[in-house]
Structure formats: structure tokens, C-alpha cells
């Protein structure tokens, strides 16, 4: 069970209705009016509880497990333990998320207001938006409907926020536009200067940073990361991206929509990222570049040129994933050779 202190338990729920809010297939259908009482991982769960299988890693421990119920790909039904009741569905990550929200789903917003908190009057802050001690909001502000605004959060002025949208603790938001459904995690930075100057005969001349972030609707922007508001273009961020803590995107970037965007990546000005773009851990993308839809960059590649739609790079410099790699493996024979004296 989840930590009683931090996390509300709703149900029980009987694996009929589980099964119906996924869309799964009950193992036997006589089962459907067992009831489980929570969720939890396979090797940890017991008779009253669902846990679910979506690794082959972990089929040693599937098969042993003492949940009461799973919830399994057809291809691995046929590893269940006896007795255990099964949930099958051809995505079961997916499932178990929305059971486990089921299970723990998150409070509605109440519409408080704590009088430590600074909202200006001419502010407009929806119905049902709650609004932390310490978050300041400035004039000219629009909050929408069921929002939560966390301790300590910054929304300056003129910032305008869709329904349904949470700003976490010590967040600041300027010069942006934010969808429905944005979750801004705590820390975040969104709308400051882009990183834009001039190069003289006397040092350096700050070029004014004109343009917005506009951030479309389901998307969530992780802790401490960092959105610069465009020169002049606006900063786009694509319907649906999973944007993760510790990023920095620079002025004038576009997302194309669902793109997945891992921990200390790096992406500089006025590069466009295709739509289901994926690039991994600190990954560096220079300024300027066009990113096909559906590219894969992989973690810690350094990106200096375009990259085709579809096509996977890896290293750094980075290139054609399948080049790289084989490249690694021939050093590594290379070096085995010379260490054995060959």
C-alpha cells in the first residue's frame, strides 16, 4: 500500500469493473466479482491486491507471484501462477496506469484561496482554482477553471492559463500562454529572456526578447527545466509532450506534438522538432536544426546537423545510429586485439 500519509485509497473495485474501465479481457469471466483492494508490484503483492506484468524480465517473478489478480499480455497468460486471476490486455502498462489511478486518484481542486497568497485585482482565477500560500499572481492574469497553483509559484503579469492546470512550488511563469491539462512541476521556469546578444567592438549587446511561450494542451513540464520566451518568434511547445526535470529549451524552439524529451537535454534556438520526436538523456542539440518527425537521438549525443524523419543518431558527434554502434564494437574489438598483444 502507498504511503497513507501522502496518497487517499479509493475502491475497493471488483475485477469486472477494473477490467471494464480498461478495456481487458477477464482470464474467467467467474472471477469478475472477486474484489481487490489495492495495487502493488508483483513481487510484493498479495491476495487482495492487482499488479501487472509488462517486461519479459520479470516473468520469473510473474510466475511466483502471490497477486490476487494481474493484468498480463495474451502472449504471457499461459506463465500465471494457479489461482491468480488475470486482467489481459495488449497494453498493460497502460492499464495498470489507469487502475492505479483508480485507485488513487487525485483530489479535485476546492476553490480556496489562502489569504497568504498575493493575487492581484484585476487577476481572473476560475472556478474551483486553488491558489497556495506564497504564489503571487500579477495583473491581468487569466487562471481557468480547476487549476492548482502550489507555494511559492510565480504566474507574472498577463500570463494566461487553460483549465485543469497545475504550477508547482516555486515555479515562474512570464511572457506565456499555457493550454488545458499543463502540468508545470516545481522549480520549472518558463517565459524568461532567451539567451540572445550581440557581438561588438565593445562587448556584448543584450538583444531584447520579444516573443512568448505557448505550451499546448497535455503537456507536462518537469522539475527545475527551463523554456526560454522567443526573440520574436514564439517558443511552441506541441500538444501532448512529456518534457522531463532538468531541461533547457532555448528561444524560438518548436515541438511538434507527443514529442519525449529526457533528463539534461540541451536544445538551442530556433531549432523545429518534428511531431513523437524521442531524444534521450543529455542529448545537446545545436541551434537551427530541423528534427524529422519521429527521430530517436539518443542519450548524451551531440546534434550538429539535421536529422531525417524516422532516423535514429547516436554519439557525438552524432551520426546514423547503426554506424555508431558499429563503430563502438570495432574499437572494442580493436582493443581487446592490442590488450592480448595481437
Known sequence: MA?????????????????????????????????????APLDRAGPDDVSFLDNRKYVDV????????????????SRAPAGMALLISLEPYRAYALIAAAFYPEAA??????????????????????VEAGAVIGAGVEIGRGCRIAPNAVIEHGVVIGDDCVVGANASL???ILGKGVIV???????????????????????????????????????N???????????????????????????????????????????SGSTKVGDYVQMGGQA??????????????????????????????????????????KQMAFLERLTKKKAQGG
Open 62 to 77: 510473474f510466475a511466483t507471484s502471490k497477486a490476487g489478480a494481474c493484468i498480463v499480455h495474451p502472449g504471457l497468460v
Open 3 to 39: 504511503d497513507p500519509r501522502f496518497f487517499k485509497l479509493a475502491g475497493p473495485f471488483s475485477l469486472a469493473y477494473l477490467a471494464g474501465l480498461v478495456g481487458a479481457q477477464l482470464g474467467d469471466e467467474a472471477r469478475g466479482s472477486a474484489v481487490a483492494k489495492d495495487v
Open 284 to 325: 545537446g542539440l545545436t541551434g537551427h536544426l530541423n528534427i524529422g518527425a519521429k527521430a530517436r537521438i539518443s542519450a548524451q549525443a551531440g546534434v550538429m546537423r539535421d536529422v531525417a524523419p524516422g532516423e535514429t543518431v547516436a554519439g557525438s558527434p552524432a551520426q546514423p545510429g547503426r554506424e555508431h554502434w
Open 109 to 130: 481542486p476546492d476553490g480556496w484561496i489562502s489569504p497568504g497568497a498575493t493575487v492581484d485585482p484585476s487577476a481572473v482565477v476560475g472556478r474551483g482554482t486553488r
Open 185 to 223: 512541476y516545481p522549480g520549472a521556469r518558463i517565459g524568461q529572456d532567451g539567451f540572445g546578444f550581440a557581438v561588438g567592438a565593445t562587448g556584448y549587446t543584450k538583444v531584447p526578447q520579444l516573443g512568448r511561450v505557448i505550451i499546448h494542451d497535455d503537456v507536462e513540464i518537469g522539475a
Open 225 to 267: 527545466t527551463t523554456i526560454d520566451r522567443g526573440s520574436g518568434p514564439d517558443t511552441v511547445i506541441g500538444a501532448g509532450c512529456r518534457i522531463d526535470n532538468l531541461v533547457q529549451i532555448g528561444h524560438n524552439v518548436e515541438l511538434g506534438r507527443g514529442c519525449v524529451i529526457v533528463s539534461q537535454v540541451g536544445i
Open 174 to 176: 512570464s511572457h506565456c
